[in-house]
């Protein structure tokens, strides 16, 4: 079986030279993967004037709904992925993982994108900047979808997460992609594209895939391409250095293999719950997916004096791993992804095992239902260094697989040292039950580390693990794991986005972003805006109320139906020995009182009051002091209707409350659900 690539709208074999693909568990060739014959200039430019024109005329909302069908379609068919992951070695919990795990990341970005993003096609970073004395020269930010194609080179172990957890932003942000997997476990990647694909959900041009060589791809990128990357430090650098990479300062993402670590804290003896987690943990991180992920756990750093019982407690967990084909009843760790990646873990660890002692592993062990010698097994191995400052290859050498180092520390201070040495990682662990352990080492290591995960008994049960990489999260690090970011919610969909400084008056950036700001034209007359549906309202529609005097007596009896009786509202004398020049009206009366003068009682367009947001008391309101109310259309949001639901949209509106001199007492933002037309 030859893999196809997907190019231009087309499934199109390689041709010439091919990569034999491997059963990792059987040693059995499987199919072959190319990309000979592929123009990969014409695929650039393809992305580019076909698929990233389509995603561009969506809003955030239409594609966030987009990934959600996607992920709905994919879920329905994962028994299909799950049957090839067998292929690569992964065990049914290891393809979990990897396969539903990474469309919920699809699910986790639709989400988000609805609840996060405007239903629009370009996005506002940040409050109004103001610019001048009088308020008419003000600034926004706003983002926009790049007008280039997002390449996606993917490591091996996780064919089908290390695409879509790329994938779920890029065309969240509007961006189309080429995936590039890696050769050897492609099949996988290859076949969910193909789901991808015959869904129809996505637009032409979307998505393209590469089994086989990159060739001389990254040579036809330009500045509104970006390129994201995971896979070993010494390939993202070379990639990373290419000349049109430098030359266009195209964007490059990049996630390494890295050396992260987890700390036993000196409160978590042997005996506490906190030294069985760390051991649990440790242990699980050595064996799923046959320690090959790049956030697994390669350094062990325990406190001086309980290594023996530390190695001791991981050995006998080890001890209970039973090793062999994924397909046989209780086998909990299943090979490398490979024969070559066999030798690249044994070579390494041996140079680890220059600057410290095999304490567990290294010798026979027994496959079940599979041979030893035709898969790509390797057992556990556990290690321990005595004087982790005095060798660097605990450090500095990474086994990526089921590999591990035990080393000791003295004080926080060289716990935290250790962790340093690892020179950037994308995630550690902590393991303590003493809030100022845990604050001392997580500042002390935070600059060092992209993810940092501190448990105790309390957390235990509900987390998600050292290794887990969340779509909410940041997934990345310094240094060593590549100096890049990938997920992390909205920070992962604007790093396929331009953010760009607009610099004009209230009114023209009111009209360029549709969102109300202060200075700007105001619509005043006509109907009430609350008469109005969600169609018929405009930004800027406003309306400004009449007047009503707030009395002492409204205070007091404010006091009495809440209950708050604090002093500046009930004593003048206390009041003014604050900040206060007499009694104060309650901020909150303020603010309903507000709501009295600018609500329209009757049934109408308007639903529901939805929240407030930015709510601020600019200055006290005494009794005998006037309020009058400014409402202005802000922004408007449409919402998807929910089935035998009512059509409505989401409105944002400015309030602006002023005393009888003009002053701005209270401002905020409310929102309301209104009726669309027709509903």
Request: proline share 5%; aromatic share 8%.
């Amino acid at each position: 079986m030859r893999l196809q690539n997907y190019a231009m709208g087309e499934w199109v074999a390689g041709t010439g030279k091919s990569a034999e693909l491997f059963n990792a568990v059987t040693g059995e060739v499987i199919g072959e993967a190319s990309s000979g014959g592929l123009d990969f200039a014409a695929m650039a430019a393809y992305s580019r004037a076909v698929g990233g024109p389509a995603l561009r005329k969506m809003t955030f909302h239409e594609r966030a709904l987009m990934l959600k069908a996607l992920a709905k379609y994919l879920m329905d068919r994962k028994e299909e992925f799950y049957s090839l992951s067998a292929a690569t070695g992964a065990t049914r919990t290891d393809s979990w993982i990897d396969i539903e795990g990474g469309i919920g990341t699809l699910f986790a970005f639709s989400s988000r994108g609805r609840r996060d993003l405007p239903n629009e096609t370009f996005y506002v970073d940040g409050a109004t900047e103001v610019l001048s004395k009088g308020g008419t020269f003000v600034a926004r930010h706003i983002c926009v979808p790049l007008e280039g194609v997002a390449v996606h080179i993917n490591a091996f172990n996780f064919p089908c997460w290390g695409m879509l957890e790329k994938l779920a932003p890029a065309l969240l942000a509007g961006v189309p992609a080429i995936v590039k997997p890696a050769t050897v476990t492609s099949y996988l990647t290859e076949a969910m594209v193909r789901a991808m694909i015959d869904s129809q959900l996505l637009p032409k041009g979307a998505l393209q895939l590469i089994c086989g060589s990159a060739g001389d791809l990254l040579s036809h990128l330009g500045l509104q391409d970006t390129v994201a990357f995971t896979g070993s430090a010494a390939t993202g650098r070379m990639l990373k250095e290419s000349p049109a990479i430098l030359e266009n300062a195209v964007r490059f993402n990049m996630e390494a293999d890295s050396l992260n670590c987890s700390i036993l804290g000196p409160d978590a003896v042997p005996g506490t719950d906190e030294f069985d987690l760390f051991v649990k943990e440790v242990v699980r991180e050595m064996t799923v997916k046959a320690g090959q992920k790049c956030t697994a756990i390669r350094r062990t750093i325990v406190p001086a004096g309980t290594e023996e019982a530390v190695i001791k407690a991981i050995a006998k967990r080890l001890e209970g791993i039973t090793i062999g084909d994924p397909a046989v009843e209780g086998v909990r760790m299943g090979p490398l992804a490979s024969r070559a990646q066999v030798r690249d873990v044994g070579e390494n660890a041996a140079r680890i095992r220059g600057a410290a002692s095999l304490v567990f592993g290294g010798g026979d062990y027994n496959v079940v239902g599979a041979d030893r010698e035709k898969g790509a097994f390797f057992a556990p191995m556990l290690l321990s260094c005595d004087d982790p400052f005095s060798h660097s290859e605990p450090h500095d050498i990474e086994a990526f697989g089921p590999v591990n180092t035990v080393m000791p520390y003295s004080t926080i201070d060289d716990a935290i040292e250790l962790a340093k040495l690892g020179r950037g990682s994308l995630c550690g662990s902590l393991f303590t039950a003493d809030p100022k352990v845990a604050r001392s080492i997580v500042l002390g290591v935070a600059p060092y580390h992209g993810r940092i995960m501190v448990l105790d008994r309390t957390s235990a049960k509900e987390s998600t693990g050292h290794g887990s990489p969340l779509p909410n999260l940041v997934h990345g690090g310094p240094g060593r794991a590549g100096g890049g970011e990938e997920l992390g919610g909205i920070r992962g969909v604007l790093h396929y986005m331009q953010r760009t400084a607009l610099q004009g008056s209230p009114t023209v950036l009111t009209g360029i972003v549709r969102e109300y700001m202060q200075g700007a034209a105001q619509k005043t007359g006509g109907p009430h805006p609350f008469r109005k549906y969600f169609d018929e309202l405009e930004i800027g529609d406003t309306l400004i109320t009449g007047t009503r005097e707030i009395t002492l007596a409204d205070v007091e009896r404010f006091a009495e139906l809440t209950g708050d009786k604090f002093y500046a509202h009930m004593d003048d004398e206390a009041a003014r020995a604050g900040i206060f020049e007499r009694r104060v009206a309650h901020g909150y009366f303020i603010v309903s009182a507000a709501a009295g003068l600018f609500v329209d009682p009757a049934f109408g367009p308007v639903l529901a009051n939805y929240g407030m947001e930015g709510l601020r008391f600019t200055k006290p309101v005494y009794p005998g002091d006037t309020i009058h109310v400014r409402l202005t259309c802000k922004q408007k949001t449409s919402k998807e209707t929910p089935e035998g639901g009512i059509p409505q949209g989401v409105v944002a509106w400015d309030v602006e409350v002023k005393n009888q001199n003009d002053e701005p007492v209270a401002v905020y933002t409310i929102l309301t659900l209104v009726r669309r037309t027709g509903a």
